[in-house]
């Protein structure tokens, strides 16, 4: 029996990766823009890349006791997260994974000119501030 | 000698639900800091009794807290740190 597929019931994920710590700065962002890439040939939409930097871990994975974060947030179809889970279990830079969904039916494009215009925000209020601090240290 | 009562009485100091009290503050398992309030020194998850914490959003706290374990931002336990801190002494 075939499945039922709608045409525009993409969901939400969030998969957060341990990657390898002792990567070089270069191939770290390698391993971010192969799986980015991988999420638009699955025909998904990457709606935000955030990575936090090298942590310690709670407990040791694959012998390592620190790694760096990777958070991939993604709009796609629901059969889309296995075959992505599946290339970064065979990935060997990567040492853990996990993916959770978000929110069910987005409409991608839309979501993603919301985190632009949310990211022009802060950056706005940023500048706002730093302006704020200035005037007040010129009162002063 | 008559026991004063009054003052064996146990004051029990009510608790009430964060989250209840302010709607803005979110549960995400990405926060492991805000999270590592309900935990224990072991890592346990500390019991809604104790912590406060109301039906529903505790439900929440354990659920960020199962996942922040999952990805190493939390321990699931500590014996094993501190069998390392003995082995060193």
């Known amino acids: ?140 | 000698m008559p026991i004063d009562r009054r003052s064996k009485r146990i004051f029990i100091k009510h608790k009430t639900c964060r989250f209840c009290a302010d709607p803005s503050q979110k549960i995400d398992y990405k926060e492991s800091k805000t999270l590592a309030v309900f935990i224990t020194e072991r890592g346990k998850i500390i019991p809604r009794r104790i912590s406060g914490n109301c039906a529903k959003h505790q439900r929440v706290v354990a659920l960020a807290i199962k996942r922040a374990r999952n990805i190493a931002l939390l321990p699931f336990t500590t014996a094993k740190v501190r069998m390392k801190d003995y082995r060193e002494f």
């Open chain 1, 1 to 140: 029996m075939e499945k039922k597929k709608m045409p525009h019931s993409m969901k939400r994920y969030e998969t957060i990766c341990i990657v390898n710590p002792d990567l070089e700065a270069d191939s770290l962002k390698e391993v971010v823009t192969k799986f980015s890439d991988l999420i638009e040939k699955l025909k998904g939409y990457v709606v935000k890349i955030n990575e936090w930097g090298k942590r310690k871990l709670a407990y040791e994975v694959k012998r390592f006791d620190k790694g760096h974060y990777v958070v991939l947030d993604f709009c796609g179809l629901p059969g889309m997260v296995k075959e992505f889970e599946r290339n970064l279990k065979l990935d060997d830079r990567i040492l853990k994974y996990l993916t959770v969904k978000i929110d069910e039916e987005v409409d991608p494009e839309d979501l993603i000119v919301k985190e632009q215009e949310k990211e022009d925000k802060i950056q706005g209020d940023q500048n706002q501030s730093i302006g704020d601090q200035n005037q007040s240290i010129t009162e002063k």
